[in-house]
């Protein structure tokens, strides 16, 4: 099953390559692709909710309402919404190698996933060890921690150290 995020960022990326004003994308046809690219079936209010919080960062997603043919994300237009610029700069930002040990029943998923950002290093009975490539910011440590205790952290130690500060909060928070 994938997370939470994953699910989220694929939708946004079927948006971002297979739809425009002449290619507007069914439900139907999103479910199939979100199905075929996730391994889950996902509940159409589930993409009502991700169409809701790409337009709260700042997206314009024309609708079936608005055309009464399908979805399509429409050109970004710059504007003064910071967490939306970042978002769609994300793909720009400088990578970083994330050294996790996951466990293996995360493998395929995983690798589906990031095919060409994800190194296998080695693996043992329970678990493997991967190098990801990915941008150092504040959303990889929620990515990180949506794993539970199926992923940890090998290298960098700086990222380590944000964690064990993440989790110290939480716990904070809820004791």
Known sequence: MASNYIKFYTFFDILSKYSNDKNMLSMKKILLMMEERTGDKIDRRTIYEYIKNLK???????????????????????????????????????????????????????????????????????????????????????????????AKVMDPPELKYAIKEEISKLSETYS
Do not use: C
């Not at 994330?98 to 950002?117: A, C």
């Not at 009975?125 to 190098?131: D, E, G, L, Q, S």
């Open 56 to 150: 709260e960062l700042g997206y314009d997603i024309s609708d079936y309402s608005e055309n009464k043919k399908g979805y399509f994300l429409k050109p970004l237009v710059v504007s003064s919404n910071k967490t939306a610029n970042k978002f769609a700069d994300y793909k720009k930002q400088t990578k970083t190698d994330i050294t996790i040990e996951f466990d293996n029943d995360l493998k395929d998923e995983l690798i589906s996933e990031f095919k060409e950002s994800i190194d296998l290093l080695r693996e043992t009975n329970t678990t493997f060890f991967a190098v990801v490539h990915m941008v150092y910011d504040k959303s990889l440590i929620g990515w990180i921690l949506s794993f539970g205790s199926k």
